[in-house]
Structure formats: structure tokens, C-alpha cells
């Protein structure tokens, strides 16, 4: 593989490229005219352009892509994360054109890709599932007599769904009707698939993913687990790894699970299953994401792997250089997604230039960014501007070290979520692992984030205070008598 093509744009574009450039390969950038002068296009060798800012006029233009490659001789197509990276026609399009899908078969992505198909897998693989019924559900009545059967809260979601899109908690039957219109008007909408199911909704659930790598000679492991619960709209914001509340055994348990899942779909690649965890610290699969995730970088940091190096050795046919016996877990390692999005104002989107941009450094910090000082950030994608990482001996060490990230990260002409992970960082109950999916529910608002915003600048102003007067004291000449001298002249 002498060339490879980034189907994405950002940071994930760039931190592909960084390690095919490292590997020898090179590589060529597509974007849009949004992007023209992005970073990625001009880190990579070539870059193509593939139309306006809208994504479905530029990056989702899967033909379009795929005959840019074929002119500039490409060996394989990397989809990163979003876009067309689990369009399971897009990887098959790739394969017709005898170039080289960097991710799982079409046939794995496409029964993975539906909700009620992996439950189905999965459930032949013994894997455990939360309680409810896995069909596809339009009917009202049918829908009541499941929530009896499972007993509420239920929750309702879209089989094609993701993102949070097409999901509603319903605590009481005599709101099932209108929540379910609503999920699937919305699934409809957002995925062009209105099916949906109904289970029980877990209460104080924890968000736990295991990272799967699976090589085309049949060997799959996986490299420990995730814990994605700070959420806001089922979005992901803070992530570490591994989780504080696994047990060795439990952490086995998971991730034998997860193979059987990756087994279940032939799965070849990388791959994360989605587990949730409820208070008795029982597991139920939840969904497996066919791609490199967002918060891969968690996962190399304890691991000491190259997530993206692995996904370009196996698509070459290569057998993965290790076993599960050889994999241990080094410290701790956490997420943030930084966001252009207002904290203060219901994580809105804040769009602007980037006036000031500076990132921070130091040992044990990563930061896998797509911006630069003097960027627009553009409406027309997710926006995040980077993802700050952090490595640690252990949990408090590199949440400390989180903090000092935080602090040393300058952002100037956009509102981002680093106040948000401050926030989180500091509160009790983060610091004592001891939280669910409801974390921003439960505990965060506003006015709190105002609150320690006002309590920092106090200390900071009573801080600046003191060194003030100390300075002062210090400097202060001594009163003296004029000199004999001096009153001579």
C-alpha cells in the first residue's frame, strides 16, 4: 500500500495521516470549499477538491471520491469517523474498484449497522441484553403490552439511529404514544428508516465500550475498555479509559463479550462494542460502532498502540503482531472534545474566528486538532475543534493533569467546552467515579459553571493580591536621613 486517501476532513484527517506518513505511505486529501485551506489539505501530498461546504455536496460524495482515487492511483481508502465511514455501499463501491476499504467487510458493516440485526447476533453469542423485544415496533398497542412486560421506564429508539437521534425515554404508559410518534417522525428524518424498538431503560446507567481489533486470518482481541458517561444529548464528551468501576474479572468478562460480538459479523478491523452498565454492575450490549472512534486516542495511550497503523496493517492482509495475553493496561489516559459550543447556552454551536488559538504542551498531553489561529469555524460540520488527551500513572494523576491542559489551552473568538471539563474534573462525584449517563443532568447547570467561574476569579484576584503587597513589601526602599553630604551642597 504506497498511497492511501483520506475520506474525511479535520483532525481525524490529519491524525491518519500523520501515522501513513510515518509508515512511508503516501496520502491525499479530499475537501471542500469550506476547507480549502484547511490543515489536513495541506499536510497531505495531494489533495482533491470535491465541491461546496455542505457535506452532501462535498465529503458524502462517495462516487466522486472513489473516481478521484482511481486517477491519482490509490491502494486504499481510509473513512476516519462520520461521513461514509459505515456506509456499507460505499465500502463495497471501494472493493468494485479495486482499491482497498481501510475498515470492516460490507456485510459486517451492514448487520451492525441495524440495531435489531446486532441483537440479533449478538443474542446467538450469548452475549447479555437488556430486557425488551428485538423486532421492529409501529404499532401503539404492541408498544404498551411491551412496557408492561418489561415494566417503565422504557426506552424507545431507531434501529438505523445514532447520535441520540430517534431515542426517547418514556416513564409513564399514557406518554408512549406521543414519544413514539416523536422518535420515529425523528428517525425518519435523520436516518430515512422510521423502524424502531422498545427495552427497558436502565436506570443510573454507565456508558462502557471495548475496543475490538480483528485481523483477516481470524483473530480478534480486544484492547480493553472506555468509559463514555459524561454525555450532553447522548453525545459523548469527557471519555477515559479504562473504566474506575471494572473489576479484572468484569473487564475480562466485557471484552470476551465484545469478541463474541466482532465474531458474530466476521468482523475485521476496528471496532468498539457499546455496553451499558447498570448500579448492580450488570452488563447488556447496547451496539457495535464498525469504525475508528473518536476517543481511539484514550486507547493507545494505555495501550501504547497505533489504533490507525493497526486498521492499515490488517487491511494489507497482515496478522495482528500480538495476543490477548500480551495486552496490558499502562496508567490512565482521558478525553475532552472541545467543542465550538456554548456551555452557557445549552452547548449551542458558537461559530466564529478563531482569534487566538494556542494548545497546550507538555509531557503526557496530546492534542489531535484540525484548527489553527485564524480559522473560521465553519456551520456546516461538527463542531469540534480538537480533542485534548492526557496520560497518567493513574486516575488523579491525570486528572490533574487534565486540569493543567485545560488551563494552559487559549481559545479566543468562540465559546468552547473547556469551562464544561473543568467543571466535571472538579466535581465529587467524577473525582470519585462514582456517576452515570445522567451526569449533566444531575449535576450541571449554567449558573453552577458561573458560579465556579466567579469563585476562580475571586481566589485568582486574591492570589494576584497577595504577590502584589509581598512584591511591595519587598521592594520597598528604607526610609532614611538625608545625608551630611547632601546637605552640604
Request: proline residues 5%; contains cysteine; hydrophobic residues 40%.
Amino acid at each position: 500500500m504506497q498511497k492511501i486517501l483520506v475520506a474525511n476532513r479535520g483532525e481525524i484527517a490529519l491524525r491518519i495521516m500523520r501515522t501513513a506518513r510515518r509508515m512511508g505511505i503516501r496520502t491525499v486529501a479530499v475537501y471542500s470549499e469550506a476547507d480549502r485551506r484547511a490543515p489536513h489539505v495541506r499536510f497531505a501530498d495531494e489533495a482533491v477538491l470535491l465541491g461546496p461546504a455542505p457535506s452532501a455536496q462535498s465529503y458524502l460524495k462517495g462516487e466522486k471520491i472513489i473516481e478521484a482515487a482511481r486517477q491519482l492511483g490509490v491502494d486504499g481508502i481510509h473513512p476516519g469517523y462520520g461521513f461514509l465511514s459505515e456506509n456499507a455501499n460505499f465500502a463495497r463501491m471501494v472493493e468494485e474498484a479495486g482499491i482497498t476499504f481501510i475498515g470492516p467487510r460490507p456485510h459486517s458493516i451492514e448487520m451492525m449497522g441495524s440495531k435489531l440485526a446486532a441483537k440479533e447476533a449478538a443474542k446467538k453469542f450469548e452475549v447479555p441484553m437488556v430486557p425488551g423485544v428485538e423486532e421492529a415496533i409501529t404499532d401503539v398497542e404492541m408498544a404498551a403490552a411491551i412496557g408492561r412486560m418489561v415494566g417503565y421506564p422504557v426506552l424507545i429508539k431507531a434501529s438505523a439511529g445514532g447520535g441520540g437521534k430517534g431515542m426517547r425515554i418514556v416513564e409513564r404508559e399514557e406518554d408512549l404514544k406521543e414519544q413514539m410518534e416523536r422518535a420515529i417522525s425523528e428517525a425518519v428524518s435523520a436516518f430515512g428508516d422510521g423502524s424502531v424498538f422498545i427495552e427497558k431503560y436502565v436506570t443510573g446507567p454507565r456508558h462502557v465500550e471495548v475496543q475490538v481489533m480483528g485481523d483477516t486470518h481470524g483473530n480478534i482481541v480486544y484492547l480493553f475498555e472506555r468509559e463514555c458517561s459524561i454525555q450532553r444529548r447522548h453525545q459523548k464528551v469527557v471519555e477515559e479509559a479504562p473504566s474506575a468501576i471494572l473489576t479484572p474479572e468484569m473487564r475480562k468478562a466485557m471484552g470476551e463479550a465484545a469478541v463474541r460480538v466482532a465474531k458474530a459479523c466476521d468482523y475485521v478491523g476496528a471496532g468498539t462494542v457499546e455496553f451499558l452498565v447498570d448500579a448492580g454492575r450488570n452488563f447488556y450490549f447496547l451496539e457495535m460502532n464498525t469504525r475508528l472512534q473518536v476517543e481511539h486516542p484514550v486507547t493507545e495511550m494505555i495501550t501504547g498502540l497505533d489504533l490507525v497503523e493497526l486498521q492499515i496493517r490488517v487491511a494489507r492482509g497482515e496478522k495482528l503482531p500480538f495476543a490477548q495475553e500480551d495486552l496490558k493496561i499502562n496508567g490512565h489516559a482521558l478525553e475532552l472534545r472541545v467543542y465550538a459550543e456554548d456551555p452557557l447556552n445549552n452547548f449551542l454551536p458558537s461559530v466564529g474566528t478563531l482569534t487566538r488559538y494556542r494548545l497546550p504542551q507538555g509531557p503526557g498531553i496530546r492534542v489531535d486538532g484540525g484548527y489553527e489561529e485564524g480559522m473560521e469555524v465553519p456551520i456546516y460540520y461538527d463542531p469540534m475543534l480538537a480533542k485534548l488527551v492526557v496520560h497518567g500513572a493513574n486516575r488523579a494523576e491525570a486528572i490533574q493533569r487534565m486540569k493543567e491542559a485545560i488551563a494552559a489551552y487559549e481559545v479566543e473568538g468562540v465559546a468552547t467546552t473547556l469551562p464544561f471539563g473543568r467543571f466535571v474534573l472538579d466535581h465529587p462525584a467524577f473525582v470519585s467515579a462514582d456517576f452515570d449517563t445522567h451526569f449533566v443532568q444531575q449535576y450541571y447547570t449554567p449558573e453552577k459553571l458561573m458560579e465556579n467561574h466567579k469563585t476562580e476569579a475571586a481566589a485568582a484576584a486574591l492570589l494576584a493580591l497577595r504577590i502584589h503587597l509581598e512584591n511591595k513589601r519587598r521592594l520597598k526602599v528604607p526610609e532614611t536621613t538625608a545625608s551630611r553630604w547632601k546637605q552640604r551642597v
